[in-house]
Every structure is written in C-alpha cells, then in structure tokens.
C-alpha cells in the first residue's frame, strides 16, 4: 500500500499536532482543542504542518480530529461556517505540502469521543449505538470526503461499534480511501476491550481500506499489537511514552526522541509501514524516525 501511495516502502507521518502548536505557544485547554484554531489562528497551523514536513514526515494529517460540525455550533458558529473551517483545515494541509513540494494530505476524522470532550476516546463509554454514531459522523465524513485529501485517516477509534459505523461509511464513499487506527489498552486490545484483531476484522475485504493500525497508545505495546493485525498494511502512531490523565488532562513521564526513534526501527521490523507519532511527539521524534528509517 505504502509503495502505492508514495513510491516507498514505508511512510513517514508526521507527529502531535497539538504538541507542536502548544510548543509554539497556543494554549489548547478547550473542547476543541487544535480545531478552535482553525478559526483564530490558520497560520500557526499551518507553521506546524511546516515543521513536520521540515523534520521529514510525508505526511500532513489535518486539524479536524476535534473539528466537527456539532462541536464548532456548540461554540457559535453556523452550519455552514462550521463546514467551511473543516474543510479549511484539509487547505491548510494542502498548502503546506505544496510548499513542501511532496508529501500527502489525510484527513483526520476523530472518535466521536473528541466530541464528548471527556476522554471516552480511550474507554469506548458511548451513549450511541452503531446506528446512533453512522449518523453522527456522516456529515464530518461526506465533506471531507469531498475534499481535496489524499485520504481520510480515521484515527483514536476506541470501539467496535465506531469501526462498524466508519465500515458503513465508507460503503457510502466509493471513491474514498481511509486508513483506521485503533487506541488500545493494552497488546492485545482496544479501548473497549474487543481484541484488536476482531477490531480490524471489520474492514476485512474493503480495498480502499489502505493500513489498519494503532495511535494514541503507549509505545511499548506497539509490537505485540502489530501482530494482531492480518492481511493489512499496518500503520502505527502510538503517543511518546508520557501516561495521560484524561480525568486531570495531564501528562507524566519522558521519552528521548532518540529513544522513539530506536523503537520505530523495531515497528518496522515488525512489519508496520506507516510510521509516526501521535501525543506529545514533535518535530524531533520525526525527524529521528525519518533518520533511522531511511
């Protein structure tokens, strides 16, 4: 898949959006995260898109994993202005690839747990069935979906339920390619407890579904859920190696860039061939993988 999008045997992703543009000094304390940006301050997003092109990523994913047209009429905006700041954040992408002169553009659908804004991205507790949450991604997935994007990167998915919804999606789309990444608990499952390999099962005879994978979990299960993943490309993204309070919105630990970097070597050796970062990485962990990864 990588060789057929890119002309490579493994892709770079870029890392935390929201990492480096906290870096260069937005405070992101907000239901809507990086997305709140798109409306004050496009530039300083596509900076960071910048950065990582810069450290070596080939690819943009875009600040609309928070953006959702409910999430953006909860803070005032209309229908349509809603729309048009997620479609902007696919522009943004594109922009800063072009300046880049390569690279690819993916437009990030977010859990509908990055809604609900109460950590449910990494449990899975939704009060909407599958039916209940086709209908809420539908109109965030038919716009990006009519953009410019590459792809859609469907990423931090956290149930089953939400993996059936984006299958029936995509049905719906038959021009659109996706990637889908998990948040697991552990190295063997996701979020909610349903085994990674029935999670990724879901996309099973889908051709346009281009790598299922694993972001937003901690490095060191990265191995193990790679082997739970068949008959798929495997994209991996997992988070620096901090542990996240999603009740106190903190973060603890460290991580080397270097030390990200030594392991991404090993992600590949075990057969993924979409590699980035997701939380707290930056320009530097990419820049390391890229350099290890040549």
């Known amino acids: 898949m990588s060789s057929a999008l890119y002309g490579r045997d493994v892709l770079i992703l870029d890392g935390g959006l929201a990492t480096r543009l906290e870096a260069l000094g937005n405070d992101l304390r907000d239901d809507l995260w ?21 450290a070596g990523a080939d690819v943009a994913t875009t600040a609309s994993y928070q953006a959702t047209i409910p999430g953006l009429m909860r803070r005032g905006c209309s229908a349509a202005e809603a729309e048009r700041l997620i479609s902007l954040s696919v ?8 300046e880049h002169g390569s690279g690819l553009v993916a437009a990030s659908v ?21 039916d209940g949450l086709t209908d809420w991604h539908r109109d965030r997935w038919h716009l990006l979906a009519g953009t410019d994007a590459d792809l859609l990167a469907c990423e931090t998915i956290p149930s089953y339920g939400e993996a059936q919804a984006l299958a029936r999606l995509l049905d719906e789309t038959p021009d659109v390619r996706i990637w889908v990444s998990f948040s697991c ?14 999670a990724a099962a879901v996309f099973s005879g889908h051709p346009r ?15 193990s859920l790679i082997r739970c993943v068949d008959n798929f490309p495997v994209v991996v993204y997992p988070n620096s190696g901090e542990d996240y309070d ?33 939380c707290r990485t930056t320009p530097e962990h990419i820049r390391g993988v890229r350099a290890r990864l040549s």
């Open 34 to 54: 990086s997305a709140r940006l798109l409306a004050d301050d496009p530039e300083v997003i596509l900076r960071a898109h910048r950065d990582y092109f810069t």
């Open 91 to 98: 522009e943004i992408a594109g922009r800063a690839r072009d």
């Open 110 to 130: 977010g859990p509908y747990g990055a809604y609900l804004a109460n950590g449910a991205e990494y449990t899975g507790d939704y009060d909407l069935d599958e």
């Open 185 to 198: 608990r552990d190295e063997a499952h996701i979020s909610d407890g349903t085994p990674l390999k029935d």
């Open 209 to 223: 579904v281009v790598a299922v994978g694993i972001n937003c979990t901690q490095p060191r299960y990265i191995p």
């Open 246 to 278: 999603p009740v106190a919105g903190t973060w603890t630990g460290f991580t080397e860039p270097d030390e990200f970097a030594q392991a991404a070597v090993a992600w590949f050796a075990a057969g993924a061939s979409l590699i980035g970062g997701c």
